[in-house]
């Protein structure tokens, strides 16, 4: 749907995705569709399956987006490495939503982990506009 508004300007504020497993979220097309959303204020993607690769495409949109405060995308597994791609760009949001984004799981290059604590570091530090960094991982027992 989104990647059918080409040549279009839209004024939404809020999208909310969530639980989708088709394979839409992984194509160029998509997140190319997503950056025409000018006013664009909260973007959430929840439990969609998006992950490391998925995330550097969100990420190249991301400082298109000038309005936007708040992303969430909870329950993806992007792991370190796609939130340390989106953190990357220092974008200054209020909200960045990393729940249960398998953050903590390892990775082939161990130092992508120390990586993404410096940039949490540097939200942290330099970034005013910040009200929360959620990062909580909730694991279920059996």
């Keep these: 749907m989104i990647g059918a508004l080409d040549g279009q300007r839209l004024t939404l504020e809020t999208i909310t995705i969530k639980y989708q497993m088709d394979r839409c979220l992984m194509s160029n097309r998509f997140w190319a569709g997503i950056q025409k959303f000018e006013v664009l204020k909260e973007l959430t993607i929840q439990y969609s399956q998006l992950n490391a690769k998925t995330a550097k495409h969100l990420g190249v949109i991301l400082p298109k987006l000038k309005a936007l405060v708040s992303i969430d995308l909870e329950g993806n597994p ?9 953190l990357g760009d220092s974008k200054r949001l209020k909200r960045w939503g990393f729940r249960n984004c398998c953050l903590d799981r ?21 970034n005013p506009d910040l009200q929360i960094i959620d990062l909580r991982s909730v694991r279920k027992s059996l």
């Design 78 to 86: 992007i792991e370190a490495e796609g939130a340390l791609y989106l």
């Design 106 to 126: 390892l990775t082939e290059d161990p130092e992508v982990f120390d990586q993404l604590l410096e940039q949490l570091k540097c939200q942290i530090i330099y």
